[in-house]
């Protein structure tokens, strides 16, 4: 019989309990694919263990506490005393990311992370393995499974965000501080990550610019549905201007969109690449035993002895001021002009409107607009403009659109 494999699990919540259950319970199947039964060597928690004796022990490491401090240092540890280590920590890697490869490649050993983007969709393993040659434009979803449940919610009911935001804390989507998730920065750490993968390049979180839902208006999402449109918030990674720019922002897109439809607290991640046209994988984007199968998937993968490189090429700048669409909402007053004196400014800074509706009549009037790609700075200036004409009673407000319309 083989030397069994030795895991040290380092937290065991939601994520670390399911992952020891699920181990036990495909240790015979584990085996029977790798020649290796994998056993657990010792459990981390507040209260329970103590990591030196549970390295010692180790021939694995998982990590599932979770934050910065203390994982970053029992992860460092661990990867220098030369043992591999998966974790689900998107804070970790989207914060740490270099320092922790860096230790990782020294070492030789592999660190391992599918469950920290995406829940269950195998993005990590698709974009570093199936296109780990592949020259990507650009990686693109929904990776937020909260605040995708919330915009489902709000468009199928009408209800206000602050309404539904406590509908998904009920029903365990969100959690009871949100902040992270409604804010966009769950997000944007996802999206550092696969932008590093994406790209080979260094990007860490401060470098990915986020914004969040709850802004979001129970009548924009009215106005959008005329317009054929669906919100998500989105993040973005993509290859502009020789550089790259990675962003997290609310966006309409157009039905037909492929991420259009996915609706509730699924992920779904879209990966452009000249070589494969497009790929689109959706799923589960949390959940304890969603999320424990990802990471027995990636110790699986070490077990197999299966590496993939991850190797940063280059530095690539970071671009700030790239286009896009927007959907632009105006009250304005009910007087003979006003579209005009609008469609001026825009003109005045090359945008073009693609569509219009104007409703309802006195204090109650309403412009909202579609607006073709236009660089983001020219379209902040021109809603500067447009909010300081006499006729405009409130801020405008603005959200992203998806032009592109798929058959
Ligand atoms: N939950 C999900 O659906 C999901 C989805 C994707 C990724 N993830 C990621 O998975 C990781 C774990 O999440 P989770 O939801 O399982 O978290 P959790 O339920 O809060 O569990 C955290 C575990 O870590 C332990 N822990 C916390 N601080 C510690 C410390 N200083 N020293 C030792 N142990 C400590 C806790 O110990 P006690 O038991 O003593 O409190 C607990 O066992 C996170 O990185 C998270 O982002 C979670």
Do not use: W
Not at 61 to 77: K, S
Not at 246 to 275: I, K, S, W
Not at 294 to 313: C, F, K, M, N, Y
């Amino acid at each position: 019989m083989s030397e069994p494999v030795r895991i040290g699990l380092l937290g065991r919540g939601t994520v670390g309990g399911a992952f020891a259950g699920l181990l036990a319970e495909r240790a015979g199947a584990i085996e029977a694919a790798t020649g290796r039964r994998p056993e657990l060597a010792g459990t981390l928690t507040r209260s329970e263990g103590e990591i030196g004796a549970i390295l010692e022990r180790s021939d694995l490491v998982v990590e599932l506490i979770g934050g910065t401090d203390p994982a970053r240092t029992y992860v460092l540890d661990a990867l220098r005393a030369g043992r591999p280590v998966v974790t689900a920590n998107k804070q970790l890697l989207a914060q740490h990311g270099d320092e922790l490869f860096g230790v990782a490649r020294e070492a030789g050993v592999q660190l391992r992370f599918e469950a920290a983007v995406a829940g269950v969709i195998p993005i990590v393993r698709t974009i570093q393995e199936s296109f780990g040659v592949t020259e990507i434009d650009k990686v693109f979803g929904i990776v937020n499974g909260t605040t995708n449940f919330i915009l489902t919610e709000m468009a199928a009911s009408g209800a206000a965000y602050e309404q539904v935001l406590a509908r998904a804390q009920e029903l365990g989507y969100a959690e009871a501080d949100p902040s992270d998730d409604v804010n966009g920065a769950d997000a944007a750490a996802k999206m550092a990550i696969l932008a590093r993968l994406a790209f080979h390049t260094p990007v860490g979180l401060d470098q990915v610019p986020y914004e969040g839902i709850e802004g979001v208006t129970p009548d924009d999402l009215a106005y959008a549905k005329e317009f054929g449109l669906s919100l998500k918030l989105l993040g973005v990674a993509e290859r502009r201007d020789g550089g790259i720019s990675v962003r997290v922002f609310p966006c309409f897109l157009y039905d037909g969109h492929p991420l259009a439809p996915v609706g509730g607290p699924f992920n779904a991640v879209m990966v452009e690449a000249p070589a494969i046209t497009e790929v689109t994988m959706s799923g589960p984007g949390a959940g304890g035993v969603e999320t424990a199968s990802a990471v027995l998937g990636d110790v699986v993968s070490i077990l197999s002895g299966e590496a993939p490189v991850h190797e940063t090429r280059e530095q690539l700048p970071l671009v700030a001021d790239v286009s896009s669409s927007f959907y632009l909402h105006l009250e304005v007053a009910d007087e003979p002009g006003v579209l005009a004196r609008i469609a001026q400014v825009l003109g005045e800074k090359e945008i073009s409107v693609k569509s219009v509706v104007q409703r309802g009549a006195g204090a109650d009037a309403r412009l909202v607009m579609v607006v073709h790609e236009c660089l983001e700075s020219s379209f902040a200036a021109a809603v500067d403009e447009i909010g300081r004409l006499e006729e405009i009673r409130s801020t405008p407000r603005f959200i992203r659109v998806i032009e592109e319309e798929f058959v």
